[in-house]
T-cell receptor, first 112, second 115 residues
Framework: SQQGEEDPQALSIQEGENATMNCSYKTSINNLQWYRQNSGRGLVHLILIRSNEREKHSGRLRVTLDTSKKSSSLLITASRAADTASYFCATDAEDSSYKLIFGSGTRLLVRP | SAVISQKPSRDICQRGTSLTIQCQVDSQVTMMFWYRQQPGQSLTLIATANQGSEATYESGFVIDKFPISRPNLTFSTLTVSNMSPEDSSIYLC????????????FGPGTRLTVT
């Protein structure tokens, strides 16, 4: 079953603008990851943030984690048309088995 | 990093038949996972396939419907048996980046349509 919800479900922005996606989850976690999926293809790992971290950066990506609210956000700055994709958060399962539980995803459209 | 290939990339199958999906990794990995992604939906884990042991299935998935083989550390297969239109999905395999970490590498997926 899915760990949580992401919002918005869909987001349409102009190239150059920032895109923010939010993820909520239900159980305690060791870490949270963000993945990107282009057009029904395989997923690409973007970034992992551990439960004892509050913020992490990678290039144009900024991820925050608030374990008290069981939520995370992914910010993509200065978006490009090539950022158009679906973005999923994923958390580790409670049984520490290295399984991932994915959120519902946000479909991002960046208009040129 | 790991490079993962899946075969077939897509298929259209008749109701009641079975399809076996292959997942090949270019390096030896311990953990391999199979996911289903129904149209417009997120990923749902079907099972974990570790070499040398039986696959572990998630709630709602059974071995008779989705038998899995893991003959070695670089290869696995997932069979979708006795298919119905509800099985139309993208099926993805993934591997753990390395033991002790949670990041996963994903294959390109197999798009299955059942008519």
């Amino acid at each position: 079953s899915q760990q949580g919800e992401e919002d918005p479900q869909a987001l349409s922005i102009q190239e150059g603008e920032n895109a923010t996606m939010n993820c909520s989850y239900k159980t305690s976690i060791n870490n949270l990851q963000w993945y990107r999926q282009n057009s029904g293809r395989g997923l690409v790992h973007l970034i992992l943030i551990r439960s004892n971290e509050r913020e992490k950066h990678s290039g144009r990506l900024r991820v925050t984690l608030d374990t008290s609210k069981k939520s995370s956000s992914l910010l993509i700055t200065a978006s490009r048309a090539a950022d158009t994709a679906s973005y999923f958060c994923a958390t580790d399962a409670e049984d520490s088995s290295y399984k991932l539980i994915f959120g519902s995803g946000t479909r991002l459209l960046v208009r040129p | 990093s790991a490079v993962i290939s899946q075969k077939p990339s897509r298929d259209i199958c008749q109701r009641g038949t079975s399809l076996t999906i292959q997942c090949q990794v270019d390096s030896q990995v311990t953990m391999m996972f199979w996911y289903r992604q129904q149209p417009g939906q997120s990923l749902t884990l079907i099972a974990t396939a570790n070499q040398g042991s039986e696959a572990t299935y998630e709630s709602g998935f059974v071995i008779d419907k989705f038998p899995i083989s893991r003959p070695n550390l670089t290869f696995s297969t997932l069979t979708v048996s006795n298919m119905s239109p509800e099985d139309s999905s993208i099926y993805l395999c993934s591997v753990g980046r390395q033991l002790g970490t949670y990041e996963q590498y994903f294959g390109p997926g197999t798009r299955l349509t059942v008519t």
